[in-house]
């Protein structure tokens, strides 16, 4: 049984940075370092989002809102993703989920991220 759990999220001034980490357990480690893994978010009232991934080469492709702030990376030793957040606007504030595709999509439970200006 494959688990994401998501950690890094918090309250934050506009401007400010967040690390978010995205912790893989169970499987083994041949599923996560051949899987690609992104961040989506959701918004209040609004869908869920992908705002980056980055593939098992480590490639990373970004949504236009995030591009130049945003910063995705991942520890195939560690098993963990990470998202670098930084020059944060109040539009970012919402709940960031990781996910892990290797045929079957895993989710995490989420992380609250808000933004206050």
């Known amino acids: 049984q494959v688990q994401l759990v998501e950690s890094g999220g918090g309250f934050v001034q506009a401007g400010g940075s967040l690390r978010l980490s995205c912790a893989v357990s169970g499987g083994n480690g041949i599923i996560f370092s051949g899987a690609a893994m992104g961040w989506y978010r959701q918004a209040p009232g609004k869908q869920r989002e992908l705002v980056a991934r980055?593939?098992?080469?480590?490639?990373?492709n970004y949504a236009d809102s995030v591009k130049g702030r945003f910063a995705i990376s991942r520890d195939n030793t560690k098993k963990t993703m990470y998202l670098q957040m930084n020059s944060l606007k109040f539009e970012d504030t919402a709940v960031y989920y990781c996910?892990?595709?290797?045929?079957?999509?895993?989710w995490g439970q989420g992380t609250q991220v808000t933004v206050y200006s």
């Open positions: 980055i593939t098992t080469a480590g490639s990373p």
């Open positions: 996910n892990l595709g290797f045929g079957v999509q895993y």
